[in-house]
């Protein structure tokens, strides 16, 4: 299933013409394909669903949390995992009845529970002990039950001695502190422990990346389940299944990724691949565990269903020496270019040699670069690119910092063409509420 085709020597957007588009649209936009979503969560499913374990797929909204999005995945079946107030109540919005969402904050805030309990939002991720206090203190003062998840930190060495590694260390509740909050929550008459969750980090492109902490949450269970008597409802392997046709930057990657080859193969049967592999190999873990009842088997993917499904689209608006400066910056496009490289695909075919380039954003701040050293088709100024995999970490991330946030359409399955956020205005940014 290809989102982006040639046609008459030009680029189409599931069948959408990306010039015209441009021409009457402006540059630079958002595109997001309902089509591609649906493919995306359903691979997911069909990938996951290959053992014999139960499966839970937990979209995470930060990823992308247009309400149009979370619709579209609210009607398909989708459980949601929200990371604040007013997350939860979009997502109760847009069709999650509340026990398919989940929420999570690295410190929870009484209050704020008290008000996800009272809208029937009752299972939450524990980050510290002391959350366990705000839960039991909000859930009896509300008077309704709350089930726990305890996010296991991610600290083994397997995750290696990156900057990111010691980054995420700071979250979660360490492996010798898991019995001890399984006891906390054990003689609380409010609280329930339902699951272990973990987050690997995102875009993970191979599976045993996944194992180190698969395994210490399994023997975590059946450590909960012989000193306890605890049976947990499910393993969280948190997000990070890969965007397929997205790479991270690495050695390996370095010299393929300069050629901005297209990732071979179709993505969507490339993700139910992954999952279908990281079903197989959680089961097997499972099995090796040697639990009475197998947990079920939940991941919570962001990029994975949202990176492929959308573009933006990009005019250059001056060449000089080899940087492109586009019309969109990195305040739409947050994450690193030097950790994920993404595909850039001009709109008209090329057909004369390539050169190497810089792709610069359209702010005056140094970090404003979208790519370096991407080898390109010759372009000229006025050409339009479309920049890939820019559905996860965009929209829900952009800023305002030296410009305003490009509209966000939205190609239904029926092809009609919809407006989903419309660009900021000046308007957005004169407002003075009291002087
Ligand atoms: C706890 C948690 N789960 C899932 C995700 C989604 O990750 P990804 O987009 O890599 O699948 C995130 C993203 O940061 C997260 O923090």
Redesign the pocket.
């Known amino acids: 299933m290809e989102l982006l085709t040639y046609h008459n020597r030009q680029l189409h957007f599931e069948g959408k013409p990306l010039k015209t588009l441009a021409e009457e649209l402006g540059t630079p936009f958002f595109l997001l394909s309902e089509k591609r979503i649906r493919a995306n969560y359903e691979a997911l499913v069909r990938g996951l669903s290959s053992t014999e374990l139960e499966t839970r797929v937990r979209y995470?909204s930060?990823?992308n949390n247009e309400a149009a999005v979370l619709k579209i995945l609210a009607a398909c079946g989708s459980q949601v995992?929200v990371?604040h107030l007013a997350e939860a109540q979009l997502a109760l919005d847009s069709g999650f009845s509340s026990h398919r969402i989940a929420y999570?904050r690295p410190v929870l805030r009484e209050q704020d529970i008290c008000e996800l309990l009272s809208s029937g939002i009752d299972f939450l991720?524990a980050f510290r002990l002391a959350d366990l206090e705000v839960m039991e203190s909000a859930a009896s003062r509300v008077g309704k039950k709350t089930r726990v998840s305890l996010?296991l930190r991610a600290d083994s060495l397997a995750r290696g001695f990156s900057p990111l590694a010691f980054l995420s260390r700071r979250l979660g509740i360490r492996k010798s502190e898991i019995l001890t909050a399984a006891e906390r929550i054990g003689r609380s008459r409010w609280l329930s422990l339902v699951g272990i969750?973990f987050?690997q980090?995102?875009?993970?492109e191979r599976v045993d990346r996944y194992l180190p902490l698969s395994r210490r949450a399994l023997a975590l269970a059946g450590q909960l389940h012989s000193q306890m008597g605890i049976r947990l409802e499910e393993i969280n392997l948190?997000?990070?299944?890969?965007s397929p046709s997205l790479r991270r930057f690495g050695l390996l990657n370095a010299i393929a990724q300069s050629k901005n080859p297209r990732v071979s193969g179709d993505p969507v049967s490339n993700l139910e691949r992954f999952a279908r592999q990281l079903a197989a190999a959680f089961h097997r873990e499972a099995q090796a565990a040697h639990l009475p009842s197998p947990p079920a088997l939940a991941?919570?993917?962001?990029?994975?269903?949202?990176?492929n499904a959308g573009i933006l689209v990009t005019r250059i608006r001056a060449i000089t020496d080899n940087w492109l400066f586009l019309d969109a910056s990195r305040n739409h496009l947050g994450e690193s270019p030097v950790l994920l490289v993404r595909e850039v695909v001009p709109v008209t075919p090329p057909d004369g040699g390539r050169r190497f380039y810089h792709l610069s954003g359209s702010t005056l701040n140094t970090m404003d670069f979208i790519g370096l050293w991407r080898r390109l088709p010759r372009v000229v100024e006025g050409d339009l690119l479309v920049l890939c995999d820019a559905g996860?970490?965009s929209i829900s991330r952009a800023s305002r910092y030296a410009g305003l946030s490009p509209a966000v359409y939205l190609v239904r399955d029926t092809g009609l063409l919809q407006i989903i956020r419309r660009a900021e205005a000046l308007s957005d940014l004169s407002q003075i509420l009291s002087e």
């Open positions: 995470c930060k990823t995992l990371s999570q991720h996010r969750n987050y980090g995102t875009q993970q948190g997000g990070g299944i890969p991941v919570e993917p962001g990029r994975a269903i949202a990176g996860a970490y």
